[in-house]
């Protein structure tokens, strides 16, 4: 690399990759000049020899309209950045219980066992729904009432499909006191009269249509009441 001086008003200034000089610029312009490979002007601190950079770290490359950008720290940054990645290493050596030359494959192997569970769950979450379908259409009781205590909206997508076309009303009530949501579903004439009460005695909120009313609510003590009355309504 070589840095030749130029002057404010030098054309060969023009061939220099730069913003633009500010216009109150005053005096000689340096121009860092490395081969064929690039050309920008002098904008940086002077150092007065090399060691005072202290060390480079070369970060990655990315490739962006025909050039490459290259991403790099240097000084007291390398330092820092050689600072938080053996933090970060040591937490993940104790939740991973592995070297950090481990690290990746153990990350790929806890991933592809997540896929593994979640999908499991979702076949038992079919499965469950598919029993509670089958012993709501064997029940006498007027009103379609079942609570379970996680919000899991497979579960409640896979209950109504396996009810079909059953014209008593459901009442679906999921998760725990503090966060809890109700699907009402029945004929459109007896959800759209009896939807907006059934949230006020839930003391919850929620809207539908088309025979399906949904909200939330936190106070699953409240269940029971609001069943009976919907009985009686019925």
Not at 31 to 54: F, K, P, Y
Not at 203 to 232: C, H, I, M, P, Y
Request: charged share 25%; aromatic share 4%.
């Amino acid at each position: 690399a070589v840095v030749p001086t130029q002057s404010k008003d030098d054309p060969g200034l023009s061939s220099a990759h730069t913003r633009g000089l500010p216009d109150d610029h005053t005096g000689p312009v340096r121009v860092v000049q490395i081969g064929e490979v690039d050309e920008n002007m002098c904008c940086g601190t002077h150092l007065s020899s090399l060691a005072q950079v202290q060390a480079i770290k070369l970060l990655h490359t990315e490739s962006k309209r025909g050039n490459t950008l290259l991403y790099f720290i240097c000084g007291e940054r390398v330092f820092k950045f050689l600072n938080s990645t053996l933090e970060i290493n040591a937490k993940l050596n104790v939740l991973l219980s592995s070297p950090p030359q481990q690290f990746a494959p153990m990350v790929e192997k806890l991933a592809k066992d997540s896929k593994s569970h979640r999908k499991q769950c979702e076949k038992l979450s079919d499965e469950l729904a598919t029993l509670h379908a089958s012993a709501l259409l064997a029940s006498p009781e007027p009103v379609l009432v079942i609570h379970r205590p996680t919000c899991d909206a497979q579960f409640s997508q896979t209950l109504q499909h396996r009810l079909g076309e059953e014209k008593r009303p459901l009442l679906l009530t999921m998760g725990e006191q503090g966060a809890a949501q109700v699907v009402f579903k029945g004929p459109d004439e007896m959800v759209d009269r009896l939807g907006k009460e059934l949230m006020k005695r839930l003391d919850g909120k929620g809207g539908g249509k088309n025979g399906r009313f949904q909200g939330k609510f936190t106070d699953v003590g409240k269940v029971a009441g609001a069943v009976e009355w919907l009985k009686s309504e019925i």
